[in-house]
């Protein structure tokens, strides 16, 4: 089956610091990747859609300078948190669809991000 | 606009009782795709089934059954003589076609099954 993995599976930083998610694709091809936050006892949120080779498209109210995405790549998507603060502690979680199949889309693990 | 309503926050049942999770959804697309996915506490979504709009059949997986009601727009999942290994954050999610892969999921219910 498709398998969809994250880097790191956790992280704990500093108020401040920038931290680099990495979402890949391990068997297929995704043209297309999404990044989710989930608060806790929440559900999920679509942030943003990650297409390869061009620029994310964000939902509203997510700060595009904030999560920096990029998807350089068919088979790996970033996402950067930038000058992350408390506010920003979330588990965040990719899905990535398999090129020319729309209609279905393979999750990561999620990654547990704790900033101090 | 909450598109996708699961009312139930959390159930709590004896093992071996059965469970149902409602879900209701609101779309105007006639192709959408539905969808269960299973959140233990691990926290890596568990995907249970997907379902498009035209077929109304209901389905059994084992222990897991779903009822898809397009007339009451609901998409009901049932887990039948549950064990404790059914313990988890179970979520809805919506598929529409003006934004595929964008899901729409809805609050999530809380299942915990006690021995």
């Known amino acids: 089956g498709a398998v969809v993995s994250q880097h790191p599976s956790w992280v704990i930083c500093k108020s401040g610091t920038s931290v680099k998610i990495e979402c890949r694709s391990l068997?297929?091809?995704?043209?297309?990747m999404f990044w989710y936050r989930q608060f806790p006892k929440q559900s999920l949120m679509l942030m943003a859609t990650s297409n390869e080779g061009s620029k994310a498209t964000y939902e509203q109210g997510v700060e595009k300078d904030k999560f920096l995405i990029n998807h350089a790549s068919l088979t790996l998507s970033t996402l950067t948190v930038t000058s992350a603060h408390p506010e920003d502690s979330s588990f965040y979680i990719c899905s990535a669809q398999i090129a020319g199949v729309p209609d279905t889309q393979y999750f990561g693990p999620g990654t547990r991000l704790t900033v101090l | 606009a909450q598109k996708v309503t699961q009312a139930q926050t959390e159930i709590s049942v004896v093992e071996k009782e059965d469970v149902t999770l409602d879900c209701v959804y609101e779309?105007?697309?006639?192709?959408?795709?539905l969808f269960w996915y299973k959140q233990p506490p691990s926290g890596e979504l568990v995907f249970l089934i997907r379902?498009?709009?035209?077929?109304?059949q209901n389905e059994i997986s084992g222990r897991y059954s779903w009822n898809f009601q397009k007339s009451t727009s609901s998409f009901n999942f049932t887990i039948t003589a549950s064990q404790v290994v059914d313990s988890a954050v179970y979520f809805c999610a919506l598929d529409l076609t003006d934004s595929w892969g964008k899901l729409q999921f809805g609050a999530g219910t809380q299942v915990v099954v006690t021995p």
């Open positions: 779309t105007r697309d006639t192709t959408y795709y």
């Open positions: 379902r498009n709009s035209f077929d109304e």
């Open positions: 068997d297929f091809q995704a043209t297309t």
